[in-house]
Each structure stands twice: as structure tokens, then as C-alpha cells.
């Protein structure tokens, strides 16, 4: 079967920094993707990892292991409006129309 | 970034009628496109990768007949939820993946399906 687990739900304060964990277990694995949703919304692209390391895109970070199967998103100087539903997301099949396998999501509450 | 559009955005029916939901590429082209439905505070659930020119392929456990995809152009996918009942009531999201690097997909605004 496939699965991805992340936390249910984590709150922070205003500038904060707040670390979301994803294992997977996939019977195909190209990449690690993150998504934002915010109610009633549509999800929307945060990063992409298909290598072990370190993705950096300005306040938002994404880092992968592999041999771990495990990935991470960073939110770093947190704002309000980081509040939000946080998905990880394995790209189960190759090329460039590679179905996307969701996690069950995290809700994020942020504090003033 | 890319933009994907559905049609409508709310639709109430009666139980035992179809309705249909429209998505599409504005401003790209989309061989693939994928639809999945999202129940309140859960997770996206994978239903059907739409092909354009060929048949959609369904994930397990999506019933085909009842959920049926047709990608008639390189910019539309359509999905009709036929003969509606009130647990098929839920949020119908679509998507179109980028060509690029990132593999980033680009979801549509999505459907809330109400059936009475």
C-alpha cells in the first residue's frame, strides 16, 4: 500500500519557527512535493525534493532523505498567514505527468 | 505561474441526477490533468488521471461508470458525477502538472458538490 504520514495538527507563535515531518512509504517514489492549502482554497506549490538535502526558498525550506524515506518542510519567521493545511506529496510515477500521492495534512495555527 | 480554472465553483443537485464539472488550462496545454475530491478537513484523494485523447485511468476503488472523464482537448477535462447521491457530496479539485523541473501541479480553484 502507499502511505504518508504526517502530524495532525502543530500551532506556533508569530516568528517562530515550526518543523513538519512526512514519512512515506510508497511503492514508487520520484520526489517529495509540499503543498499549502488554505480553507476553501486550492493547494498551492511550496517546494520539490527529488534529491537527499536542502531546498531553500526564502522563508520556506524542504529537506529530503531517502534512505530514510523522510522528508521535512521548515517554516522559518512565522506569520499569521502561514495559517494553513500543510500536505506532503510523493510523486509516484516517472515523467512529467507523475501522479501525486497526498499526505493526510497538517494543520498549522499560527499565533499572534 | 500557470493557471487552471473549474466550472462551476458551487452546484447543488438532486439525488439521482449528474452533474457535470468543467477543468481547464487557461494558459498552457494539458495532456494530463487529474481530478481528486477532498472531504472537510482530510486529506486529497487521487481519483483519475485524465488522458487527453485516450481513456482517463482510475485509481482503486473509483468507480468508473459512476464517475465518468473525458479530456476532449488539450486544454479541457470534464468530469460528471452520474446518478448523484448524497455521500458523493464533497470537493472536487483538478490538476495539470507543469513541464518543468519541479513537477509542480497547478490545481484548479474546485467544486463544491452538494446532493440532496
Known amino acids: 500500500g502507499q502511505s504518508l504520514e504526517q502530524p495532525s495538527e502543530v500551532t506556533a507563535v508569530e516568528g517562530a519557527i515550526v518543523q513538519i515531518n512526512c514519512t512515506y512509504q510508497?511503492?514508487?517514489?520520484?520526489?517529495l512535493s509540499w503543498y499549502q492549502q488554505h480553507d476553501g482554497g486550492a493547494p498551492t506549490f511550496l517546494s520539490y525534493n527529488a534529491l537527499d538535502g536542502l531546498e531553500e526558498t526564502g522563508r520556506f525550506s524542504s529537506f529530503l532523505s531517502r534512505s530514510d524515506s523522510y522528508g521535512y518542510l521548515l517554516l522559518q519567521e512565522l506569520q499569521m498567514k502561514d495559517s494553513a493545511s500543510y500536505f506532503c506529496?510523493?510523486?509516484?510515477?516517472?515523467?512529467?505527468?507523475?501522479?501525486?500521492?497526498f499526505g493526510q495534512g497538517t494543520t498549522l495555527q499560527v499565533k499572534p | 505561474g500557470a493557471v487552471v480554472s473549474q466550472h462551476p465553483s458551487w452546484v447543488i443537485c438532486k439525488s439521482g441526477t449528474s452533474v457535470k464539472i468543467e477543468c481547464r488550462s487557461l494558459d498552457f496545454q494539458a495532456t494530463t490533468m487529474f481530478w481528486y475530491r477532498q472531504f472537510p478537513k482530510q486529506s486529497l484523494m487521487l481519483m483519475a488521471t485524465?488522458?487527453?485523447?485516450?481513456?482517463?485511468?482510475?485509481e482503486q476503488g473509483v468507480e468508473k461508470d459512476k464517475f465518468l472523464i473525458n479530456h476532449a482537448s488539450l486544454t479541457l477535462s470534464t468530469l460528471t458525477v452520474t446518478s448523484a447521491h448524497p455521500e458523493d457530496s464533497s470537493f472536487y479539485i483538478c490538476s495539470a502538472p507543469e513541464q518543468g523541473a519541479r513537477y509542480e501541479q497547478y490545481f484548479g480553484p474546485g467544486t463544491r458538490l452538494t446532493v440532496t
Open positions: 485524465s488522458n487527453e485523447g485516450s481513456k482517463a485511468t482510475y
Open positions: 510508497t511503492s514508487g517514489f520520484y520526489g
Open positions: 506529496a510523493v510523486r509516484a510515477t516517472s515523467g512529467n505527468t507523475g501522479k501525486l500521492i
